[in-house]
């Protein structure tokens, strides 16, 4: 399979702490996508990282991505009981028939 | 901006029935996708259109499943006829330009339990 695969597969933290999410692939890609989904709701995108960029960041989060490891991480700073969500990794994979594949997500829980 | 729009959120069948799903991009995206998401197989992209055209439907499962995309702004799943493993949440995504370079808009999915 494709797919990328999150780690750890469930988080539970206290309010106001950082989470850490890591997220592992396989084969090349041409960018790195996390997205976000609370109960019952469709997945929101939050932040895209391209192959060629080390680290980007978008308010409380910062992504980090390293070819050589294939592997990425998505940091959330001074969490709040509203992130808890589901956090998802999606990977386009470089070839013909490429397609945005998505591993099974990380359950995030925030404790007030 | 209404997002994507999906319908129906829920829908329960019973085995053999006709199930169709329907889903309204956003206006100008000229990308739809439709992905399946179960606790066993997590999402699944099932197929996905450019400018209408079906480009990659290698992921339906089965000649059950079918999928048209008319027009610009309006896209259905069909299964026909159903079966309790097709029990999941189905969503429609869009994105103006392909995953590599923009992201998907999900809707909020049709939870569909085939009894």
């Known amino acids: 399979s494709q797919q990328g695969e999150e780690d750890p597969q469930a988080l539970s933290i206290q309010e106001g702490e950082n989470a850490t999410m890591n997220c592992s692939y396989k084969t090349s890609i041409n960018n790195l996508q996390w997205y976000r989904q609370n109960s019952g709701r469709g997945l929101v995108h939050l932040i895209l990282i391209r192959s060629n960029e080390r680290e980007k960041h978008s308010g409380r989060l910062r992504v980090t991505l390293d070819t050589s490891k294939k592997s990425s991480s998505l940091l959330i700073t001074a969490s709040r009981a509203a992130d808890t969500a589901s956090y998802f990794c999606a990977t386009d994979y470089t070839g013909a028939n490429s397609k945005l594949t998505f591993g099974k997500g990380i359950t995030l829980s925030v404790r007030p | 901006d209404a997002g994507v729009i999906q319908s129906p959120r829920h829908e329960v069948t019973e085995m053999g029935q006709e199930v169709t799903l329907r889903c309204k991009p956003i206006?100008?995206?000229?990308?739809l996708f439709w992905y399946r998401q179960t606790m066993m197989r997590g999402l699944e992209l099932l197929i996905y259109f450019n400018n209408n055209v079906p480009i990659d439907d290698s992921g339906m499962p089965e000649d059950r499943f079918s999928a048209k995309m008319p027009n610009a702004s309006f896209s259905t799943l069909k299964i026909q006829p159903s079966e309790p493993r097709d029990s999941a949440v189905y969503f429609c995504?869009?994105?103006?330009?392909?995953?590599?370079?923009?992201?998907?808009?999900f809707g909020n999915g049709t939870r569909l339990t085939v009894t």
């Open positions: 206006s100008g995206h000229d990308y």
């Open positions: 995504a869009s994105s103006r330009g392909r995953f590599y370079n923009s992201p998907l808009h």
